[in-house]
């Protein structure tokens, strides 16, 4: 193992301590490093930064800004050890991407995806697929989390889910209407009669019994909405299972909304159901979909400009 290879050891060590997950900062600076010992470079340099951060080809600005700036962020942590590494000054690849648009599902068309799931060929996916979906769109769970629960993390008994260590290593629970409670339960029920074998601890499974992947549900949910009849909008406007998370907000709010209810207060309860650090990250739903939330976000603007 080369020095540097050690140095990144350490850094990623100390900055998943901090809660970051870093799968793709870790790739990014693994072929990075490669790069460097291809050059025969002991030390970070900017000239090979910027040549390493350019080498896609027909890349867009903003992926080649986040690749220096992977490179960046872990140079400041060398050059505290090692005076001869160089630091890529800021702004050196300006560029940005553009933040996806969130999709935002009608009632019909979660319907209508979770009717597509029930018609996928094998009898265990259908019903996960339709209860795994309904549980996305009704709990504003990340879809990571979703797939890690245990059978002991849905309590139906209490009427939650339990988070345990999601993003930032916080964990939480998430409250569940009765509906909820009844369609997990009944899930439940299925897979168990469907799925036989010992030590199956996932809540959700796939016909093996293993816990499924983000990879093969993101795949499916993509042919599911295909088959739903739920397509892109525009090209940064796309179904994406992340995009039931944001339902779930606008949602939430705009029931708020429209009960009169105090949504500024009530803002910290939604930004822990989420799993957010902090009420500025739940914000953000509603900037993003100002059409539809003006009036909330404007309340909340007198909310953040009164606590600044």
């Not at 009717?115 to 009704?138: E, H, K, N, W």
Request: charged share 20%; proline share 5%.
């Amino acid at each position: 193992m080369s020095k540097l290879s050690k140095v990144l050891a350490d850094y990623l060590v100390i900055r998943r301590a901090l809660g970051y997950k870093l799968v793709v900062t870790e790739r990014l600076l693994g072929q990075f490093l490669g790069f460097l010992e291809d050059n025969d470079a002991e030390a970070i340099t900017t000239s090979l930064a910027l040549e390493w951060a350019t080498l896609p080809v027909g890349a867009s600005s903003g992926w080649l800004a986040q690749r220096l700036s992977v490179v960046r962020c872990f140079a400041i942590f060398v050059a505290s050890i090692d005076e001869a590494t160089e630091v890529p000054p800021a702004g050196c690849l300006p560029g940005h991407s553009l933040r996806a648009v969130p999709y935002l599902y009608s009632d019909d068309q979660i319907e209508a995806i979770m009717a597509a799931a029930r018609a996928l060929p094998s009898p265990l996916l259908a019903c996960t697929y339709q209860t795994l979906i309904g549980l996305l769109a009704v709990s504003g769970m990340r879809i990571g989390e979703a797939i890690r629960l245990a059978r002991g993390d849905v309590l139906l008994e209490q009427a939650c889910v339990q988070v345990i260590e999601g993003k930032f290593g916080k964990s939480r629970q998430i409250p569940l209407a009765p509906s909820s409670v009844e369609a997990l339960g009944r899930f439940a029920a299925i897979r168990d009669q469907l799925l036989s074998g010992p030590g199956q601890d996932s809540f959700f499974a796939s016909t093996t019994g293993t816990r499924l992947t983000y990879a093969r549900v993101r795949q499916t949910f993509a042919g599911l909405c295909q088959q739903a009849g739920v397509v892109a909008t525009s090209p940064r406007c796309r179904p994406r299972l992340h995009d039931l998370r944001h339902r779930y907000a606008v949602s939430t709010l705009l029931c708020w909304q429209k009960e009169g209810a105090d949504v500024a207060a009530l803002l910290p309860l939604l930004s822990t159901v989420m799993g957010h650090v902090n009420p500025a990250s739940t914000y953000w739903y509603l900037s993003s979909t100002p059409e539809l939330m003006a009036p909330v976000a404007a309340r909340l603007d007198e909310f953040f400009e009164g606590h600044r």
